[in-house]
């Protein structure tokens, strides 16, 4: 039970969690006929995955180098920042990060124009790690909840505006959610109010911002 909480607690990092959201977006058969909330299925491969590229290096692997240096430099004491104390300077870079990622969207689509979808993921970001960084002053509200909200909440507006997108992607995503924030609470990594807490914040920050842009 043990590896498996870990296992877990790796493969749905937070950091990984966005990622996935777009992956589903851009790869499962969906349709609608809300242009403004239009799946991109249809376009070409080519522009889902250099679309899909952005994301990924501003979600995942620039936050992540970031992470590995401010453990080489002995910042955080551990990769996974389990210390509340050593969880503003990364919360922060995250932070950062959404914001390049959002603004970087914004510059390259120009005149044209994304569905809203994935310029309000980005901003989700930007909106749970500024209000996680001043919850953290109190408790050590989980990250992995977190982002286990943040791909449910993105899922449920997704999900919602298309005509055709199988439910299971959202189930899929709730029940990985559950696995996660089960494996913190097994490994002892949080209490129960920070798993919870984190993990419906992230839920309604996220598709709030969703709805409201769209």
């Keep these: 039970m043990k ?12 950091l990984f969690m966005p990622s996935y959201g777009i992956l589903i977006s851009l790869f499962v058969p969906a349709f609608s006929s809300n242009l403004e909330m239009t799946s991109l299925y249809f376009a070409p491969n080519e522009s889902k995955w250099a679309l899909f590229t952005i994301f990924f ?46 603004f970087l969207l914004v510059y390259k689509t120009g005149n044209s124009s ?20 001043v919850i953290n002053r109190w408790i050590k509200i989980s990250l992995h909840a977190a982002g ?28 990985a959610s559950g ?12 209490t129960a109010l920070e798993v919870y807490s984190g993990f419906l914040l992230a839920i309604f920050l996220t598709a709030g911002i969703h709805q409201y842009l769209s």
């Design 57 to 102: 290096l501003f979600s995942v692997v620039a936050p992540g180098v970031s992470f590995i240096l401010l453990h080489r430099f002995k910042v955080i004491s551990t990769i996974d920042i389990e210390r509340q104390r050593e969880r503003s300077l990364p919360l922060i870079i995250m932070l950062v990060y959404s914001l390049v990622l959002f």
């Design 179 to 190: 696995l996660t924030m089960g494996a913190r609470l097994y490994l002892r990594k949080h």
């Design 114 to 133: 994304l569905p809203r979808y994935f310029y309000a993921l980005p901003l989700s970001g930007v909106a749970v790690t500024s209000i996680f960084l």
């Design 148 to 175: 286990a909200g943040i791909l449910v909440g993105f899922l449920a507006v997704f999900t919602r505006a298309q005509d055709q997108l199988s439910i299971w992607w959202l189930l899929s995503a709730l029940l």
């Design 3 to 14: 590896i498996l909480s870990h296992l877990f607690s790796w493969v749905f990092l937070p």
